[in-house]
C-alpha cells in the first residue's frame, strides 16, 4: 500500500479536491484514494472499505484524512461518475509514468499492453462486430486506445490487436 500511495501522489490525485468541493468535511481526493486502494488490493466492492475504517496503516499509506463509510463511498463515486470525473483524471497514468522515467519499451512498432478486458453482452442485437463468446454469448470486448475527452476519433484495438496491428477506427463526438 505504500507503493500505491506514492504513485497516487505523483500522479497528483489530490488535485482533483480543486474540481470538487469537499462535502460534510470529507475530501473528494479521499473517496477517489480510498477506492483505488480497494482496487490494488482486489476488492471492488464497497462494503470492503468497512474492514479499513479503523485501519491507521491504510488512511497513513494512502494519506488520507478520512476513510470514507460504505454509503458515503458509494454514493460520492456514482456523483463523481455523473459529474465526469473521468475526463478530469485522464491525465493520471501519463503524468505518472512521465514523472518516474517509466521506461516503455515497444516491439518492433507496437507496445504490448497487458489489459483486463470484460464482455459486452449484445445478445439479440444485429451489431457489426458481435460474434460468440466464451462465456456463451453474443457480444464483443473492446479496448479504447488512445481516447480523451476532447478527441473526435476513438481507436479501438481488439485484444489481441497489439498482436496483429488491427486496430477500428470509430468516429466519436467530442464530449464538449
Known amino acids: 500500500m505504500s507503493i500505491i500511495g506514492q504513485c497516487l501522489e505523483i500522479a497528483g490525485v489530490d488535485s482533483i479536491d480543486g474540481c470538487f468541493p469537499t462535502t460534510l468535511g470529507m475530501r473528494t481526493s479521499d473517496v477517489v484514494k480510498s477506492y483505488l486502494g480497494l482496487l490494488c488490493l482486489g476488492m471492488s466492492d464497497y462494503d470492503a472499505i468497512e474492514n479499513f475504517r479503523r485501519d491507521k496503516p491504510f488512511q497513513q499509506l494512502l494519506t488520507l484524512l478520512k476513510v470514507p463509510s460504505t454509503a458515503t463511498l458509494r454514493q460520492r463515486l456514482e456523483k463523481l461518475a455523473a459529474n465526469d470525473l473521468q475526463a478530469r483524471t485522464t491525465t493520471w497514468s501519463t503524468t505518472l509514468l512521465s514523472l518516474v522515467e517509466a521506461p516503455i519499451t515497444a516491439e518492433k512498432t507496437h507496445v504490448c499492453l497487458d489489459i483486463d478486458t470484460f464482455v459486452m ?34 481507436v479501438i484495438a481488439r485484444p489481441w490487436a497489439w498482436a496483429t496491428g488491427v486496430t477500428q477506427e470509430r468516429t466519436a463526438s467530442p464530449s464538449r
Open 121 to 154: 453482452d449484445n445478445s439479440n442485437s444485429h451489431k457489426e462486430g458481435v460474434s460468440r463468446t466464451y462465456q456463451k454469448v453474443d457480444g464483443y470486448t473492446l479496448a479504447p486506445v488512445g481516447s480523451s475527452p476532447m478527441a473526435s476519433r476513438v
